[in-house]
Structure formats: C-alpha cells, structure tokens
C-alpha cells in the first residue's frame, strides 16, 4: 500500500477511535428540592359572620384581605407555603379551619382578626394565645415573633402577647390570633383601610412566620 495511502487510514482509525471510545458525559446531580414548610392562615369570621361591623367596615373583609396579602408575599418563599383556610367570603365553623391544619400537618396555624373595644381610645395590636400554652410553649414563641414583627413593620402600638381562653386550645399545631389593630379606634380604622398599611401588616405576619420557623 502506497505510503500516504497508509497515513490516511492511520488518520481515520485514529478519528474513528477518538469518536466511539469518548466517555458518554455524566450528568451533574440534581440538586434536592427544598423541603417545603406549610403553614395555615386562616381569615377570621366569613360569610354570614362578619365579626364585628363598625364605621361600616366588616371585619371579616379585612380580615380576608390581610389573609391573601400575606399568601401572595409568601410566594416568594419557595420553601414555604402558605395554606389560606378561606380564599372568599364564605362560612367555616371553628373546627372546619383548625381541619385544615390537622389533615396537611401543618408547622403553624394563624388566625387574622380585627378587634374591637367599648372605649375607642383604645388603639394597638396584640397577638393571642390560649391559656393552655405557657411562655416557652411553641404557640407562645410563634405569638412573640408574630407581635414583634408586626409591630416593626407597622410602627402600631404594642399591645403584646396575651393569654386568653380560645378555640385554639384544640389546635395540634403551634396556633395564635394575631388581632391586627382596633376597628373601634377611628384613627386605626383608617390606617386598616388602607392597601399600603395592610401590606405592612401583611409583611409582619409573614415576617414572624419566617422567623417563628428559622427560614
């Protein structure tokens, strides 16, 4: 065989070889999906109890609109998810949204109310727990960084942590009622009406959940 014959066929062997023998690439591994935390907010009151209704404002509307603020900032948490007990005005027992938390197994459960009071110089947000939940309790520790955080966000007067006989005390998660400020206090009632206040107040929620959870 002529000599450059010889050379061309080396050459081919030599790509052919170069070709078929190239290890296959092997995929990185995939990174883990984050474990994804949920949490239940639950709008207080709904359809046909609208909680309490002053200055024509009904609580249960507030308490809905702060409940969809806080799900939609959630979404930005894509190791969170937040789980609404209602999305609309509609009617559920006690025991219906504390189902809600029970059957996803959620980490936490918190109920946004608005309060009321006879004296209408009484102003500020305090967070609620039941009275069988002591400090140092998970539902007392969420309860602080929720009021906390809250107040932060919204520089509103702070009214603290306070234990009182609720329907929480059945809850089998860590549960609180976050009463958001006094729909009797007429200069409150004009800040809770307010889309640019409700979304601070939604931010502090959120907040003393990320926080309550370590995310």
Do not use: W
């Amino acid at each position: 065989m002529p000599k450059a014959a010889t050379v061309a066929l080396m050459m081919t062997l030599v790509l052919f070889l170069s070709l078929t023998l190239r290890p296959t690439p092997v995929a990185p591994p995939a990174s883990p999906s984050p474990k994804v935390v949920r949490v239940v907010v639950d709008a207080g009151h709904g359809g046909k109890d609208p909680g309490a209704s002053i200055g024509g404002v009904d609580e249960k509307d507030l308490n809905l609109a702060l409940a969809l603020r806080v799900a939609a900032l959630a979404r930005s948490y894509p190791n969170l998810e937040v789980v609404l007990t209602r999305d609309t005005d509609r009617y559920l027992t006690l025991e219906e949204r504390l189902a809600v938390a029970h059957r996803l197994g959620a980490a936490a459960y918190i109920s946004i109310h608005g309060n009321s009071f006879p004296q209408a110089t009484r102003c500020g947000v305090e967070t609620l727990v039941d009275t069988t939940r002591s400090p140092g309790d998970p539902s007392y520790s969420l309860a602080e960084h929720v009021q906390r955080e809250v107040v932060l966000a919204t520089g509103a007067q702070d009214l603290g942590v306070r234990r009182q006989p609720l329907y929480l005390s059945s809850c089998k998660v860590p549960a609180v009622l976050v009463e958001v400020g006094h729909l009797s206090c007429p200069a409150e009632r004009i800040r809770l009406l307010s889309p640019a206040y409700q979304d601070r107040l939604a931010t502090g929620i959120l907040q003393g959940i990320l926080e309550f959870l370590g995310l």
